[in-house]
């Protein structure tokens, strides 16, 4: 089982930037699906961004594409999110997941929440307008 730590979270203005970092552990293998995931009070768990940590294949929600970048630093098993130009409506709390992966073509639109089985405990993020 991976274990996920998330941080970097916080307020920020609209057009404003915030950094993401996931810190994992407890790999059992070198490939797997990471993702970004966020929920916004009374709506579903939305997969934002998906990397896959052998390769560079990565996918985006359209809600976020061009305007949020996924990255990973395997050396430090750290996974980032840079989420530029925030709108009030990426408000939500974020949790990064994980999911071990056949190859990289497995991960590319893998949004759905109830692929992944690992998660973290989620970082809150606040866009005031």
């Known amino acids: 089982q991976v274990q996920l730590v998330e941080s970097g979270g916080g307020s920020v203005q609209a057009g404003g930037s915030l950094r993401l970092s996931c810190a994992a552990s407890?790999?059992?293998?070198?490939?797997?699906?990471m993702a970004w995931f966020r929920q916004a009070p009374g709506k579903e768990r939305e997969g934002v961004a998906v990397i896959y940590t052998r390769g560079a294949i990565t996918y985006y929600a359209d809600s976020v594409k061009g305007r949020f970048t996924i990255s990973q630093d395997n050396a430090k098993n750290t996974l980032y999110l840079q989420m530029n130009s925030l709108k009030p409506e990426d408000t939500g709390m974020y949790y990064c997941a994980a999911d071990p992966a056949w190859g990289g073509g497995y991960c590319y639109g893998r949004t759905m929440a109830a692929d992944f089985g690992d998660w973290g405990q989620g970082t809150q993020v606040t866009v005031s307008s």
């Open positions: 407890g790999y059992t293998s070198k490939r797997y699906c």
